[in-house]
Protein backbone atom coordinates (compact mmCIF):
# COMPACT_ATOMS: atom_id res chain seq x y z
CA UNK A 1 0.00 0.00 0.00
CA UNK A 2 1.47 3.57 -1.10
CA UNK A 3 1.39 6.01 1.28
CA UNK A 4 -0.05 9.59 -0.56
CA UNK A 5 1.89 12.59 -0.05
CA UNK A 6 1.12 15.55 1.63
CA UNK A 7 0.20 18.71 0.09
CA UNK A 8 2.41 21.43 0.70
CA UNK A 9 0.36 24.30 2.15
CA UNK A 10 0.88 27.71 0.72
CA UNK A 11 -0.41 30.88 2.30
CA UNK A 12 -0.27 34.16 -0.56
CA UNK A 13 -0.22 37.68 0.25
CA UNK A 14 -0.95 39.32 -2.75
CA UNK A 15 -3.42 42.76 -3.08
CA UNK A 16 -3.85 42.34 -6.99
CA UNK A 17 -6.84 40.63 -8.03
CA UNK A 18 -5.67 39.84 -11.44
CA UNK A 19 -2.19 37.91 -9.88
CA UNK A 20 -4.49 36.55 -7.54
CA UNK A 21 -6.52 34.70 -10.23
CA UNK A 22 -3.18 34.41 -12.31
CA UNK A 23 -1.42 32.66 -9.15
CA UNK A 24 -4.32 30.36 -8.58
CA UNK A 25 -4.28 29.40 -12.36
CA UNK A 26 0.06 28.52 -11.49
CA UNK A 27 -0.70 26.55 -8.68
CA UNK A 28 -3.88 24.89 -8.61
CA UNK A 29 -2.49 23.20 -11.48
CA UNK A 30 -0.08 21.34 -9.18
CA UNK A 31 -0.65 18.38 -7.73
CA UNK A 32 1.68 18.56 -4.90
CA UNK A 33 0.37 22.60 -3.57
CA UNK A 34 -2.60 23.79 -2.44
CA UNK A 35 -3.28 26.91 -1.56
CA UNK A 36 -4.28 27.29 1.74
CA UNK A 37 -5.88 31.21 1.64
CA UNK A 38 -5.20 34.32 0.27
CA UNK A 39 -4.27 37.46 2.05
CA UNK A 40 -4.27 41.18 1.06
CA UNK A 41 -1.79 42.53 3.37
CA UNK A 42 1.35 41.79 6.09
CA UNK A 43 -0.74 42.05 8.87
CA UNK A 44 -3.79 39.62 7.89
CA UNK A 45 -0.70 37.02 6.52
CA UNK A 46 0.34 37.48 10.02
CA UNK A 47 -2.71 36.61 11.46
CA UNK A 48 -3.57 34.13 8.82
CA UNK A 49 -0.59 32.04 10.33
CA UNK A 50 -2.61 30.91 13.74
CA UNK A 51 -5.44 29.14 11.93
CA UNK A 52 -4.30 28.08 7.82
CA UNK A 53 -0.90 26.70 9.76
CA UNK A 54 0.69 27.17 6.15
CA UNK A 55 3.94 25.37 5.14
CA UNK A 56 5.09 28.43 3.30
CA UNK A 57 4.36 32.07 2.41
CA UNK A 58 4.70 33.34 -1.42
CA UNK A 59 4.59 37.38 0.07
CA UNK A 60 3.91 40.62 -2.51
CA UNK A 61 6.56 43.09 -1.74
CA UNK A 62 3.89 45.98 -1.92
CA UNK A 63 1.07 45.83 0.03
CA UNK A 64 -1.13 48.19 2.19
CA UNK A 65 -1.23 48.79 5.55
CA UNK A 66 1.84 46.84 5.90
CA UNK A 67 4.24 45.84 3.12
CA UNK A 68 6.20 42.50 3.06
CA UNK A 69 9.64 43.73 4.14
CA UNK A 70 7.68 44.09 7.35
CA UNK A 71 5.61 41.52 7.36
CA UNK A 72 8.41 38.95 6.70
CA UNK A 73 10.55 40.84 9.50
CA UNK A 74 7.52 40.31 12.31
CA UNK A 75 6.98 36.37 10.79
CA UNK A 76 10.48 35.31 11.03
CA UNK A 77 10.95 37.08 14.74
CA UNK A 78 7.59 35.79 16.20
CA UNK A 79 6.46 32.65 14.08
CA UNK A 80 9.18 32.05 11.33
CA UNK A 81 8.56 29.47 8.63
CA UNK A 82 9.69 29.48 5.00
CA UNK A 83 9.14 32.60 3.31
CA UNK A 84 9.25 33.69 -0.52
CA UNK A 85 9.43 37.31 -1.96
CA UNK A 86 7.96 38.52 -4.90
CA UNK A 87 9.11 41.17 -7.50
CA UNK A 88 6.74 43.02 -9.79
CA UNK A 89 10.03 43.81 -11.91
CA UNK A 90 14.12 43.66 -12.14
CA UNK A 91 14.21 47.04 -11.80
CA UNK A 92 17.11 48.48 -9.51
CA UNK A 93 14.19 49.68 -7.00
CA UNK A 94 12.70 46.39 -7.10
CA UNK A 95 15.97 44.69 -6.68
CA UNK A 96 16.69 46.91 -3.72
CA UNK A 97 13.30 45.49 -2.15
CA UNK A 98 14.09 41.98 -2.81
CA UNK A 99 17.19 42.47 -0.95
CA UNK A 100 15.80 44.25 1.78
CA UNK A 101 13.47 40.99 1.96
CA UNK A 102 16.24 38.79 2.54
CA UNK A 103 17.99 40.62 4.96
CA UNK A 104 14.44 40.58 6.90
CA UNK A 105 14.30 37.13 6.27
CA UNK A 106 13.29 35.67 2.92
CA UNK A 107 14.78 32.62 1.47
CA UNK A 108 14.90 33.67 -1.62
CA UNK A 109 13.08 36.08 -4.01
CA UNK A 110 11.12 35.24 -7.91
CA UNK A 111 9.74 38.21 -10.13
CA UNK A 112 6.02 37.62 -10.41
CA UNK A 113 4.53 36.09 -13.51
CA UNK A 114 2.97 38.16 -16.16
CA UNK A 115 -0.37 37.76 -18.28
CA UNK A 116 0.10 34.39 -19.92
CA UNK A 117 0.34 35.97 -23.54
CA UNK A 118 3.58 36.20 -22.11
CA UNK A 119 6.51 34.26 -23.77
CA UNK A 120 8.13 33.65 -20.93
CA UNK A 121 5.33 32.42 -19.09
CA UNK A 122 5.57 29.08 -18.86
CA UNK A 123 9.49 29.38 -17.72
CA UNK A 124 8.43 31.57 -15.04
CA UNK A 125 5.85 29.55 -14.20
CA UNK A 126 8.04 26.55 -13.73
CA UNK A 127 10.99 28.86 -11.83
CA UNK A 128 8.33 29.81 -9.26
CA UNK A 129 6.86 26.61 -8.49
CA UNK A 130 9.66 24.70 -7.88
CA UNK A 131 10.93 27.78 -5.73
CA UNK A 132 8.24 27.60 -3.58
CA UNK A 133 8.67 23.36 -3.53
CA UNK A 134 11.94 23.58 -2.49
CA UNK A 135 11.72 26.32 -0.09
CA UNK A 136 8.84 24.99 1.66
CA UNK A 137 11.65 22.00 3.10
CA UNK A 138 13.38 24.79 4.46
CA UNK A 139 14.05 24.09 8.33
CA UNK A 140 13.98 28.16 9.31
CA UNK A 141 15.23 29.59 12.62
CA UNK A 142 13.40 32.41 14.76
CA UNK A 143 14.49 35.61 13.04
CA UNK A 144 17.29 33.99 10.33
CA UNK A 145 20.62 35.77 11.38
CA UNK A 146 22.73 32.35 10.95
CA UNK A 147 25.07 34.21 9.22
CA UNK A 148 25.92 36.96 11.61
CA UNK A 149 25.53 34.65 14.61
CA UNK A 150 28.49 32.25 13.54
CA UNK A 151 32.24 33.54 13.74
CA UNK A 152 34.70 31.61 15.14
CA UNK A 153 38.24 32.91 15.48
CA UNK A 154 40.38 31.72 12.25
CA UNK A 155 43.81 32.45 14.06
CA UNK A 156 44.62 28.99 15.42
CA UNK A 157 43.28 27.75 11.95
CA UNK A 158 45.57 29.81 9.70
CA UNK A 159 48.70 29.44 12.03
CA UNK A 160 48.13 25.93 11.73
CA UNK A 161 48.06 26.27 8.11
CA UNK A 162 50.32 29.05 7.33
CA UNK A 163 51.99 27.38 4.23
CA UNK A 164 49.19 26.40 2.90
CA UNK A 165 47.56 29.32 3.15
CA UNK A 166 50.24 31.84 2.40
CA UNK A 167 50.90 30.22 -1.47
CA UNK A 168 50.45 33.20 -3.90
CA UNK A 169 47.06 32.52 -5.14
CA UNK A 170 46.63 34.43 -8.72
CA UNK A 171 42.67 34.07 -8.57
CA UNK A 172 39.16 33.51 -6.14
CA UNK A 173 36.73 30.97 -7.57
CA UNK A 174 33.27 31.44 -5.52
CA UNK A 175 30.26 29.51 -6.55
CA UNK A 176 26.55 30.24 -4.44
CA UNK A 177 23.23 30.09 -4.64
CA UNK A 178 20.71 30.22 -2.42
CA UNK A 179 21.04 32.37 0.29
CA UNK A 180 24.37 33.86 -1.81
CA UNK A 181 23.59 37.89 -1.52
CA UNK A 182 24.17 37.61 1.94
CA UNK A 183 26.83 35.82 2.55
CA UNK A 184 28.93 37.50 -0.24
CA UNK A 185 28.37 40.99 1.44
CA UNK A 186 29.27 39.11 4.69
CA UNK A 187 32.40 37.80 3.63
CA UNK A 188 33.29 40.26 1.11
CA UNK A 189 32.52 43.56 3.24
CA UNK A 190 35.11 42.12 5.84
CA UNK A 191 38.13 41.91 3.23
CA UNK A 192 40.58 44.25 3.03
CA UNK A 193 41.01 46.56 -0.40
CA UNK A 194 43.82 44.26 -1.63
CA UNK A 195 42.98 40.96 -2.99
CA UNK A 196 42.99 38.73 -6.04
CA UNK A 197 40.53 38.43 -8.63
CA UNK A 198 37.46 36.77 -7.55
CA UNK A 199 34.81 35.43 -9.76
CA UNK A 200 31.53 34.90 -8.95
CA UNK A 201 28.59 32.08 -10.32
CA UNK A 202 25.80 32.94 -8.25
CA UNK A 203 22.66 31.02 -9.15
CA UNK A 204 19.73 33.99 -9.40
CA UNK A 205 16.46 35.13 -11.08
CA UNK A 206 17.56 36.12 -14.69
CA UNK A 207 17.17 39.80 -14.35
CA UNK A 208 18.83 40.82 -10.97
CA UNK A 209 22.11 39.94 -11.04
CA UNK A 210 22.84 43.78 -12.19
CA UNK A 211 20.97 45.03 -9.27
CA UNK A 212 22.93 42.84 -6.82
CA UNK A 213 26.78 43.87 -8.18
CA UNK A 214 25.57 47.22 -7.95
CA UNK A 215 24.46 46.36 -4.05
CA UNK A 216 27.26 44.70 -2.70
CA UNK A 217 29.75 47.90 -4.48
CA UNK A 218 27.45 49.80 -2.20
CA UNK A 219 27.69 47.80 0.78
CA UNK A 220 31.45 46.32 0.31
CA UNK A 221 33.24 49.33 -0.94
CA UNK A 222 34.73 47.07 -3.46
CA UNK A 223 34.51 47.38 -7.43
CA UNK A 224 32.05 45.18 -8.36
CA UNK A 225 30.80 44.42 -11.87
CA UNK A 226 29.00 42.04 -14.38
CA UNK A 227 32.21 39.89 -16.31
CA UNK A 228 32.40 40.87 -20.63
CA UNK A 229 33.69 38.68 -22.79
CA UNK A 230 37.77 38.58 -23.28
CA UNK A 231 37.70 40.78 -20.10
CA UNK A 232 41.33 40.93 -18.49
CA UNK A 233 40.92 40.68 -15.03
CA UNK A 234 42.40 42.78 -12.18
CA UNK A 235 43.42 42.64 -8.41
CA UNK A 236 41.27 44.18 -6.18
CA UNK A 237 38.11 43.42 -9.28
CA UNK A 238 35.02 41.36 -8.38
CA UNK A 239 33.49 39.91 -11.41
CA UNK A 240 29.63 37.82 -11.83
CA UNK A 241 29.06 35.82 -14.58
CA UNK A 242 26.01 37.91 -16.72
CA UNK A 243 22.46 35.74 -17.19
CA UNK A 244 22.56 33.10 -19.67
CA UNK A 245 25.88 32.63 -20.12
CA UNK A 246 28.97 30.21 -18.59
CA UNK A 247 32.09 31.93 -17.48
CA UNK A 248 35.20 31.09 -17.54
CA UNK A 249 38.75 31.85 -17.17
CA UNK A 250 41.53 31.49 -20.24
CA UNK A 251 45.52 31.46 -19.06
CA UNK A 252 45.56 34.64 -20.61
CA UNK A 253 43.72 35.80 -17.37
CA UNK A 254 40.59 36.76 -19.59
CA UNK A 255 37.36 35.98 -19.00
CA UNK A 256 35.65 34.24 -21.67
CA UNK A 257 31.79 34.18 -21.51
CA UNK A 258 29.89 30.81 -23.90
CA UNK A 259 26.62 30.10 -24.61
CA UNK A 260 24.44 27.00 -22.47
CA UNK A 261 26.61 23.46 -22.45
CA UNK A 262 24.60 20.45 -22.69
CA UNK A 263 26.72 19.04 -20.14
CA UNK A 264 26.20 21.35 -17.24
CA UNK A 265 22.39 21.73 -15.55
CA UNK A 266 22.85 25.28 -14.80
CA UNK A 267 24.12 28.33 -16.92
CA UNK A 268 25.63 30.45 -15.60
CA UNK A 269 27.55 26.94 -14.31
CA UNK A 270 29.80 26.80 -10.79
CA UNK A 271 30.98 23.61 -12.74
CA UNK A 272 32.07 25.13 -15.71
CA UNK A 273 33.47 27.83 -14.34
CA UNK A 274 35.71 25.50 -11.66
CA UNK A 275 36.35 23.10 -14.44
CA UNK A 276 38.60 26.08 -16.18
CA UNK A 277 40.42 27.50 -13.34
CA UNK A 278 41.30 23.96 -12.16
CA UNK A 279 42.47 23.53 -16.28
CA UNK A 280 44.21 26.86 -16.62
CA UNK A 281 44.85 28.14 -12.68
CA UNK A 282 45.71 24.67 -11.14
CA UNK A 283 47.82 25.53 -7.84
CA UNK A 284 47.68 29.06 -7.80
CA UNK A 285 44.03 29.42 -7.17
CA UNK A 286 41.35 29.43 -4.64
CA UNK A 287 38.00 27.78 -5.20
CA UNK A 288 34.85 28.50 -2.73
CA UNK A 289 31.13 27.15 -2.50
CA UNK A 290 29.05 28.69 -0.64
CA UNK A 291 25.32 28.39 0.28
CA UNK A 292 22.96 26.86 -2.40
CA UNK A 293 20.76 23.87 -3.90
CA UNK A 294 22.07 20.92 -5.13
CA UNK A 295 25.30 20.36 -6.01
CA UNK A 296 27.00 22.41 -8.72
CA UNK A 297 30.37 23.30 -8.09
CA UNK A 298 31.33 20.35 -6.22
CA UNK A 299 32.51 17.66 -8.30
CA UNK A 300 35.12 20.44 -10.14
CA UNK A 301 35.97 21.75 -6.96
CA UNK A 302 37.36 18.53 -6.09
CA UNK A 303 39.31 18.45 -9.14
CA UNK A 304 40.85 22.02 -8.24
CA UNK A 305 41.78 20.17 -5.13
CA UNK A 306 43.53 17.78 -6.49
CA UNK A 307 45.42 20.26 -8.56
CA UNK A 308 46.80 21.72 -5.55
CA UNK A 309 44.29 24.85 -5.17
CA UNK A 310 42.44 25.56 -1.87
CA UNK A 311 39.07 25.10 -1.30
CA UNK A 312 36.88 26.01 0.75
CA UNK A 313 33.10 25.33 1.61
CA UNK A 314 30.79 26.78 3.86
CA UNK A 315 30.33 25.32 7.45
CA UNK A 316 26.75 23.54 7.69
CA UNK A 317 25.67 26.43 10.80
CA UNK A 318 25.85 29.45 8.85
CA UNK A 319 24.54 27.87 5.52
CA UNK A 320 21.26 28.90 4.59
CA UNK A 321 20.85 26.04 2.45
CA UNK A 322 23.30 23.17 2.46
CA UNK A 323 22.85 21.93 -0.61
CA UNK A 324 26.67 22.45 -2.51
CA UNK A 325 28.45 22.76 0.06
CA UNK A 326 27.52 19.96 1.86
CA UNK A 327 28.05 17.91 -1.91
CA UNK A 328 31.42 19.48 -1.39
CA UNK A 329 32.40 18.00 1.82
CA UNK A 330 30.77 14.49 1.29
CA UNK A 331 33.07 14.38 -2.05
CA UNK A 332 36.45 14.87 0.13
CA UNK A 333 36.67 18.06 -2.03
CA UNK A 334 37.01 21.12 0.39
CA UNK A 335 40.57 22.12 2.52
CA UNK A 336 38.64 23.43 4.73
CA UNK A 337 35.26 23.67 5.70
CA UNK A 338 34.53 27.64 7.17
CA UNK A 339 32.24 30.03 8.56
CA UNK A 340 31.94 33.66 6.16
CA UNK A 341 34.39 35.46 8.97
CA UNK A 342 36.87 32.58 8.86
CA UNK A 343 36.70 32.46 4.81
CA UNK A 344 37.30 36.26 4.82
CA UNK A 345 40.10 35.96 7.08
CA UNK A 346 41.94 33.68 5.10
CA UNK A 347 41.33 36.00 2.05
CA UNK A 348 42.80 38.47 4.08
CA UNK A 349 45.83 36.45 4.72
CA UNK A 350 46.58 36.13 0.82
CA UNK A 351 47.44 39.88 0.44
CA UNK A 352 48.98 39.92 3.60
CA UNK A 353 51.54 37.35 2.46
CA UNK A 354 51.78 38.64 -1.03
CA UNK A 355 53.26 42.14 0.30
Known amino acids: MTSIKRKIKLLIAEDSIVQKELLSYIFDSDPEIKIVGFVHNGIDSIKALKYLMPDII ?10 GIEAIRQIMT ?21 IHALEAGALAFVEK ?25 VKVVRRYSNIDKLTRPADSLLNKNSKLISKQINLIAIGVSTGGPLVLKKILKNISSDFPPILIVQHIVPGFIQGVADWLTLETKHH ?54 YTNIKDRAMGILLTGMGGDGADQLKKMKEAGAITIAQDKESSMIYGMPERAAALGAATFILTPDEISDIINSLSRDEK
Open 58 to 67: LMDLHMPDMN
Open 78 to 98: ENPLPIVAMSASNSADEMVNS
Open 113 to 137: PKSIQDPQFECMCDYLVSTVKLMSE
Open 224 to 277: VEIATNHQLIQRNHIYFAPDFFNMSILKSQQICLTPKDIKYNFCPSVNFLFNSV
